[in-house]
């Protein structure tokens, strides 16, 4: 079964490849793709005659299921550059002439970016849905009894949904990471000849002449951990160091979420007053502003404009929750 799942994908590979060539406009990845269209069908037949070998049946004609349809469709209809990370999780090959992979260094600095990015977002999903939250309750009740008690299961709640969804995407994602390289491991192993001409072939799509491209390629694939981490990139556009734990991916998302809800809560946790809700909006109001500064650091825009655009949107926020619960306490009194 594992030899007809396998002639499968390589079938499905060569009829999306073919799709891939009829509307690619740049010639040197039209030609890329050709040439991975003609290796793809090479390989089919030498699972097919595996098969035949282990006295299985020949497989019947290839016919796409639904997928597979509905990924050609997008490719004609929007092109396969803005659709290169679904086709990358389909085991289509030479993916990365779309991707940016120049080095390992430029790797480790765009995952801490993404890291620290993803950290501020989530602060700030914290702090804009708690404060919201506690506004909401305040305008209906202004029992602070009520307004702690909502404020905390509001935290509760949205850091256990935060975690909860990145431990399953981030899981998502690394089964697909895992499967691809197992199968690419599988192929290097079985047919490295034609593993190393695939990875000419990308390396030609990038401008560098055949007998470099032969000789880099040969190079690559001789060391079998540098020739699997150099074909999940080029082939599958694919990073292995990419492959981060779910568990911290979780555990991160929970308090980064939480510390970002805690902070319109901490006057009411302190003390009993009447200028706690002031004093919420206040220290709000502040770390959205703090929040908008750091989020310039990767849009490249004013900090000012960015931080006082942050505060904007949090202030109608929370302004819109605390009249709706303005209302809603006025209607049930």
Excluded at 69 to 93: C, D, N, Q, Y
Aim: charged fraction near 20%; hydrophobic fraction near 45%; include cysteine.
């Amino acid at each position: 079964m594992e030899t007809y799942d396998n002639w499968r994908e390589e079938m499905r590979s060569a009829y999306l490849y073919g799709i891939m060539v009829r509307y690619e406009k740049n010639i040197l990845h039209k030609k890329l793709f050709q040439d991975l269209k003609s290796a793809a069908e090479k390989q089919a037949q030498m699972w097919e005659k595996k098969m035949l070998e282990s006295g299985e049946k020949s497989p019947a004609a290839f016919t796409p299921e639904l997928r597979t349809r509905l990924v050609s469709w997008l490719i004609s209809f929007i092109g396969t550059e803005r659709i290169h990370f679904i086709l990358s999780a389909m085991k289509i090959r030479g993916m990365s002439v779309y991707s940016n992979y120049h080095s390992e260094h430029r790797h480790t600095s765009l995952g801490s970016a993404s890291n620290l990015r993803a950290a501020v977002f989530g602060i700030n999903d914290g702090l804009i849905s708690n404060v919201s939250l506690i506004l909401g309750i305040a305008g209906a009740n202004t029992d602070q009894h009520f307004i702690v008690l909502a404020g905390i299961a509001g935290l509760l709640a949205g850091a256990c949904s935060m975690g909860a969804g990145e431990y399953i995407s981030v899981r998502s994602q690394r089964e697909v990471f895992e499967y691809q390289i197992a199968i690419e491991k599988q192929e290097l192993e079985e047919y490295p000849e034609e593993e190393i001409q695939e990875l000419s072939l990308i390396y030609q799509a990038r401008g560098i002449p055949q007998v470099e491209a032969d000789r880099l390629a040969k190079i690559m694939i001789d060391n079998p951990e540098t020739g699997l981490n150099t074909l999940a990139r080029e082939e599958l556009g694919l990073n292995p160091g990419d492959m981060v734990s779910p568990v911290g991916a979780m555990l991160s998302s929970f308090f980064s979420f939480a510390v970002g809800a805690a902070v319109p809560l901490l006057p009411f946790l302190f003390s009993y007053s009447e200028m706690n809700f002031y004093i919420s909006i206040l220290i709000t109001g502040i770390t959205l502003f703090i929040i908008g500064v750091l989020l310039s650091l990767f849009t490249n825009r004013n900090p000012i404009i960015s931080g006082l655009r942050m505060l904007l949107v949090g202030l109608i926020a929370g302004g819109l929750t605390f009249a709706i619960g303005r209302m809603v306490g006025i209607a049930m009194v």
